[in-house]
């Protein structure tokens, strides 16, 4: 079965700092979602990612695919505390696309920023 | 308005009890999923819902069911709740790929 590795699992950064989050997949990728979560909150949806080599920011998030569609990469340029939280990743299990929009997700990566 | 709806969104319960935690949205979606969340094992489906007579297991559904009751309407219910069901859980509505969650209900069962 397909699984999602995160790393890190936990970070901390000086306010401003830029970083960057990695989700690495046992198989190829047909669909990746990148969540933020605020501590206890609910999943807000940041972008996916489809085709190989594909890149999309929003705001000072950029996120990639990379070209065998195996890794994405989380890149957070000058953070703030408004970036703290736990981003996951998630991805559409391959037997199961266009079928039933099952998604798996990684276990998340703890960020903290420190002022 | 929030599109996706958990009530209520925290719950202490004992051992034994039967619970029911609900799911609304406006989104017009019709598919629906329930999720548990616990710390280090990140979120496993417990349910999904392509449309209301068509409901599915997800990968931990024992000890759990679900009610559609419409579309925009998708019930988790713990029949006999028990301490390791304690979790945050999540609902979600999809209309193709992407998830749109919930806030979350917070269930503590002692």
């Known amino acids: 079965s397909q699984e999602l590795e995160q790393s890190p699992q936990s970070l901390i950064v000086q306010e401003g700092k830029n970083l960057t989050i990695n989700c690495t997949s046992s198989k190829t990728l047909y669909g990746l979602y990148w969540y933020k979560q605020k501590y206890g909150e609910g999943l807000i949806f940041l972008m996916m990612l489809q085709k190989g080599g594909e890149e999309k920011s929003h705001e000072k998030i950029t996120a990639k695919l990379d070209e065998k569609k195996q890794q994405s990469s989380l890149h957070i340029t000058a953070s703030q505390p408004s970036h703290a939280g736990i981003y996951l990743c998630g991805a559409d299990i391959p037997e199961q696309v266009n079928r039933d929009d099952k998604i798996i997700f990684g276990k998340g990566t703890r960020l903290h920023i420190l002022p | 308005d929030a599109d996706v709806t958990q009530t209520p969104r925290n719950r202490i319960t004992k051992t034994g009890k039967r619970i029911m935690l609900e799911c609304s949205q406006t989104?017009?979606?019709?598919?629906m999923y329930w999720y548990r969340q616990d710390p280090g094992l990140g979120l496993r489906l417990i349910y999904y819902?392509?449309?209301?007579?068509?409901?599915n297991k997800g990968e931990i559904s024992d000890g759990y069911s679900v009610s559609r009751q419409a579309q925009a309407k998708f019930s988790l219910s713990l029949e006999s709740a028990i301490p390791n069901q304690t979790a945050l859980y999540f609902c979600a509505t999809s209309r193709g790929g992407t998830q749109y969650f919930g806030p979350g209900t917070r269930l503590l069962v002692l």
């Open positions: 989104k017009g979606h019709d598919r």
């Open positions: 819902s392509f449309d209301v007579k068509d409901i």
